[in-house]
């Protein structure tokens, strides 16, 4: 049988790359994977210290099990440009830094110890998407992704695809494709028995079949009882391919239709507005060095705090973690190939068109994909290159749709999904005052076609709007208002699919981009994923039975906006209304804002002066008081939220996302840090420090002191190898210290 083990110990890292490494083992420096060639400051970084070439040793003993058999090290993810030596014999270069990769050793390990040289070169090679112009991101060099080391028989399964059909009856129906890995050329001959599983395995239906030097192909048909594969139920199933009785592969996948028309998407024949996010798959310190744990999470909260039914990879493939969260928790997916707005030369468009290959005919199998993007994010037309990556997507998987995402108007549309991003809501100048600025643009606008096509919006406000967790309130309050309005004109236009926004959360940027500390703060998160009040705008679109959302968006002091007024007054819910009470006053009623917001599932509660009278808060020289937010649905209170008029440093939170993390991996979980006043509010001024301590078998990711900012800061705590209680201790000046008990087994 093949064995696949993950190698995450052993391996040593060298801050420069020689000759010398490929024959010798060298001294260095001890590091698991995955692995951050440079760990950088969160703010005020200089990109330029990983855009180097590092290196990578380790060693393999030879094992007797190995002989007369293919032994290959796959490599999930290294940035940029990989080259791969065994016992001083160069087995392969790389040179995408989002897509696997495989070492065959085969032929060149020797009994005793076999030295295995990796070099990561970090530069921005001009030759290798996406580089060659500037990007709004950063490409953190390392091997900053899983290897494994797998050995197979001489003739092995490479490769499954499984295709659907008859999805929406119950006489379903699956073909498995499997394509098979002989690098010596050698006979073939043999069966191969391919079973429908559960996702637990249990066998459903199964056939043997003939394998050829094309690979084998089994097709299972009316498959009754069978559930599809549903955002609020995502089933799978898995397929699993056993060569001889020896060589197995699988694969999981779902039932599900997805299609893109000009009345919008449809999810298993019904109707779906897409509400979703960019992501970018970086973390602060770490960079993309980040394992299994990590990248769930993010799909996760993307999925149960942002409420979101799709993200989009921006820019780039992602985490096949990532992927798989999106699968097991209903989350759908754009993906699309590396690249923003640079298109290079010919060389540089061959290696693009692979990258459509390498994407595809890894991610083939996700029920959550339900796009591929082929096109360079925000790039100008280029009719034969985009015709060839086109014709790459639809050779590999006719089943999905293809996108390319642009921003500029009467862009040649060559793929299946008319896909943009519409950065038009802007503030609108001195000379269109009173005249209100369109949220989107119409389709055929934009399209420049005089009939309709599938339309998809990918991006909106972001770095049109960027706002800091320490922004004033008015400035936050028009982030809510600017992403409110995007989602509501998109829920109007039948045409459009959905509005994917700009984007989850912060992240670091070269210089050329972002605020002067070299973040981009275009996030409805801050960089450590906690909600800016923006995020809960897209919260609360949920349907009150999933959560009941009710959430202010105020500091809630007198002197924090023009005029020390604190109207209007945006109430983020998605109750059926909402009472304000000051102080003694009587309590103030106000309904969902139809009136701006009539296509929004759930529009925001706007206290103004309709409904308050500014005397009634208590006018400029009275007292300044406690306030209560209740929600009612169906005429019941279902939420309360208590404003302190004298907030106090009153607890200091501190929450760990898990208690009990994988020794054996590098795992890592996060903690979040929250400085609360009497009522559990975050206290946005206090930029107090936080000194931070872990003991045991962890290590904290990043610097031990922190400041908070807008009353948050956070960090993440990773394994070390070793089994153990870990221990977090927390404290600031004004409130105190915390402790966390986490454990690695």
Same mark, same amino acid.
């Given at each position: ?82 080259? #791969? =030596?065994?016992?001083? %014999?160069?087995? $392969? ?8 990769? !495989?070492?065959? @050793? +085969? ?39 899983? #290897? =494994?080391?797998?050995? %197979?028989?001489? $003739? ?8 659907? !059909?008859?999805? @929406? +009856? ?60 549903? @955002? ?514």
């Amino acid at each position: 049988m093949r064995t696949v083990t993950k190698l995450v110990s052993g391996w040593t890292f060298h801050t420069s790359f020689s000759s010398d490494l490929i024959t010798k083992a060298q001294p260095g420096t001890a590091v698991r994977l995955p692995h951050n060639a440079v760990d950088l400051e969160m703010t005020y970084l200089d990109e330029r210290s990983y855009q180097k070439e590092f290196g990578y040793q380790t060693t393999l003993a030879w094992q007797p099990a190995w002989a007369g058999r293919e032994v290959s090290l796959r490599f999930d993810g290294a940035m940029a440009d990989s080259v #791969v =030596w065994v016992n001083g %014999t160069q087995v $392969v270069a790389h040179k995408d830094g989002y897509t696997p990769f !495989s070492a065959r @050793l +085969t032929g060149l390990l020797k009994e005793g110890d076999n030295l295995i040289t990796v070099k990561i070169d970090g530069s921005e090679n001009p030759e290798i998407p996406p580089f060659g112009g500037q990007i709004d991101y950063l490409t953190y060099a390392g091997i900053y992704r899983d #290897v =494994w080391l797998q050995v %197979t028989d001489a $003739v092995s399964v490479a490769n499954l695809k499984v295709e659907t !059909s008859n999805e @929406l +009856t119950d006489a379903k129906g699956v073909v498995v494709k499997g394509f098979v890995a002989n690098p010596t050329n050698a006979p073939i001959s043999g069966k191969v028995l391919v079973e429908l599983c559960q996702v637990d395995g249990t066998v459903l239906q199964q056939q043997t079949v003939g394998i050829s030097a094309t690979g084998f192909e089994a097709t299972f048909e009316s498959l009754a009882g069978l559930k599809l594969w549903e @955002l609020d139920a995502p089933q799978l199933y898995l397929v699993r391919a056993t060569l001889d009785n020896r060589d197995q592969l699988s694969t999981r996948f779902g039932f599900r239709t997805a299609c893109f028309t000009t009345e919008g998407f449809f999810l298993n024949g019904k109707h779906l507005k897409i509400r979703g996010l960019n992501r970018h798959q970086s973390y602060p310190y770490v960079g993309y060095a980040m394992g299994q744990r990590a990248q769930e999470k993010d799909a996760d909260v993307m999925k149960d705090v942002l409420k979101c039914n799709l993200v989009r990879t921006s820019h780039y493939p992602q985490s096949t973690y990532f992927l798989d969260r999106c699968d097991e928790i209903g989350l759908l997916v754009f993906e699309e190939i590396p690249g923003w707005q640079h298109i290079g030369g010919q060389a540089w468009q061959d290696e693009s068109v692979e990258n459509v290959r390498r994407m595809v005919e890894r991610d083939w199998n996700h029920p959550s994909i339900v796009i591929w993007g082929v096109r360079i994010n925000e790039s100008q037309d280029n009719h034969a290159f985009y015709t060839r990556t086109n014709a790459m997507a639809r050779s590999l998987d006719s089943t999905r749709q293809t996108g390319g995402v642009r921003y500029i108007e009467n862009s040649e549309l060559l793929e299946d999904v008319y896909t943009v991003n519409d950065f038009c809501h802007v503030a609108a100048p001195e000379w269109m005052k009173g005249i209100a600025p369109t949220p989107l643009r119409q389709p055929r606008q934009v399209t420049g076609l005089d009939h309709e096509v599938p339309y998809l919006v990918t991006e909106f406000n972001g770095h049109m709007y960027p706002t800091k967790r320490i922004d004033p309130e008015d400035r936050q309050a028009e982030h809510v208002s600017r992403h409110l309005d995007v989602l509501n004109k998109a829920y109007e236009n039948p045409v459009i699919s959905g509005a994917i926004g700009w984007c989850m959360y912060d992240y670091n940027t070269h210089k050329d981009f972002g605020a002067g500390d070299r973040i981009c703060h275009h996030g409805v998160m801050d960089i450590f994923r906690e909600p800016k009040f923006a995020a809960w705008g897209y919260t609360s679109q949920c349907s009150p039975a999933e959560q009941v959302v009710l959430e202010p968006v105020t500091y809630w002091a007198r002197g924090e906006k023009d005029r020390c007024e604190v109207l209007p007054l945006i109430v983020l819910t998605n109750c059926d209304y909402v009472e304000l009470k000051v102080g003694d006053f009587a309590a103030k009623r106000a309904e969902p804002d139809r009136e701006r917001y009539p296509h929004l599932p759930h529009a925001p509660v706007i206290f103004d002066s309709r409904h308050v009278n500014m005397n009634d808060l208590g006018a400029w020289g009275m007292l300044w008081r406690d306030a209560t937010v209740t929600g009612y649905l169906d005429g019941k209170a279902v939420a309360t939220v208590q404003l302190s008029g004298n907030p106090l440093p009153t607890t200091l939170q501190v929450q760990v996302d898990d208690t009990v993390l994988h020794a054996h991996e590098k795992d890592a979980t996060r903690v979040i840090v929250r400085a609360l006043d009497q009522a559990g509010r975050l206290l946005p001024f206090l930029d107090d420090v936080v000194q931070v301590q872990v003991s045991g078998a962890a290590k904290l990711l990043g610097p031990d002191t922190l400041t908070l900012k807008g009353g948050v800061t956070g960090f993440w705590v990773e394994t070390t190898g070793a089994v153990g209680d870990i221990t977090v201790r927390v404290s600031t000046r004004r409130m105190g210290e915390q402790l966390l008990a986490l454990r690695a087994e």
